[in-house]
């Protein structure tokens, strides 16, 4: 698949570190399959893009980091632990898929594709009638009683 906004640039430009662990080819090549996950996820999106809705810039910078998050775990290794004598380190990834190339629910956020979620309540007790004198769990008719 041609690409269809990303290009080489875009990945190598914010990756951090040592250099990037993959040619320009290979990088193409993920770069189309990360913009062929963002086409059938949002297949507007060419619209969008056209029509200003979704700026570009965004779009490039999703499919870089969806391209960056494999190349930094391309085995999908969970967690990883290396020991010298009394020294060691433990990396653990996060994520359901580490390393595999998906969009996270940030990545379709930031494309438009979520609304925000915002937590709500309903109120499960009953209004009280206008001419109630007392609360309708209320048994007696006093304080006094309880």
Known sequence: ???????????????????VPATPAQIETLLG??????????????????AGAVPLARVR???????????????GIRSRMEGAGP????TTYGGDDPGALVLTDEDRADLGGTKSRRAYQIDMVPALPADAARPLW???TSWEDL
Not at 1 to 19: F, K, Q, Y
Not at 33 to 50: H, K
Request: no cysteine; proline share 7%.
């Open 87 to 90: 020294f060691q380190k433990n």
């Open 33 to 50: 399959d990360a913009e062929d996950l963002i086409v059938r996820e949002f297949p507007d999106m060419p619209d969008r893009i056209e």
């Open 61 to 75: 910078r999703v499919a870089a980091r969806v391209v960056i998050r494999h190349l930094r775990n391309p085995d």
């Open 138 to 140: 209320r048994s007696s």
């Open 1 to 19: 698949m041609a690409l269809l906004w990303s290009t080489v640039s875009d990945v190598s430009d914010r990756w951090i570190g040592d250099p």
